[in-house]
Nanobody
């Protein structure tokens, strides 16, 4: 089992920045890919970004490219999401996820999930 705990959410004005963190514990050796998803009220959970744990290669949804950066610290078993130039449409509950296989942008492919951290962007 892998446990994921997110932190760093909050309220920010449009154009501002936030950095989310996701600390992994447990059988993290089995983790191959980690990702961030988000879910706004009344909407489906959507892919934001993912990182391949071993080599650090990254992938992004078109909606966040150039604004968000995903990274990982292998020594700390932590993945980060740096979010810049935030927009009101980025408001959502952000989830960290992990899987024991290659990167996917589908929520159903991920084995482990955190509880989520709320990000609210005011206009």
């Amino acid at each position: 089992q892998v446990q994921l705990v997110e932190s760093g959410g909050g309220l920010v004005q449009a154009g501002g920045s936030l950095r989310l963190s996701c600390a992994a514990s447990g059988r993290t050796i089995s983790t191959t890919a980690m990702a961030w998803f988000r879910q706004a009220p009344g909407k489906e959970r959507e892919f934001v970004a993912a990182v391949r744990w071993s080599v650090g290669s990254t992938y992004y949804a078109d909606s966040v490219k150039g604004r968000f950066t995903i990274s990982r610290d292998k020594a700390k078993n932590t993945v980060y999401l740096q979010m810049n130039s935030l927009k009101p449409e980025d408001t959502a509950l952000y989830y960290c996820a992990a899987r024991k296989a290659i990167i996917s942008d589908l929520a159903r492919d991920y084995d482990y999930w955190g509880q989520g951290t709320q990000v609210t962007v005011s206009s």
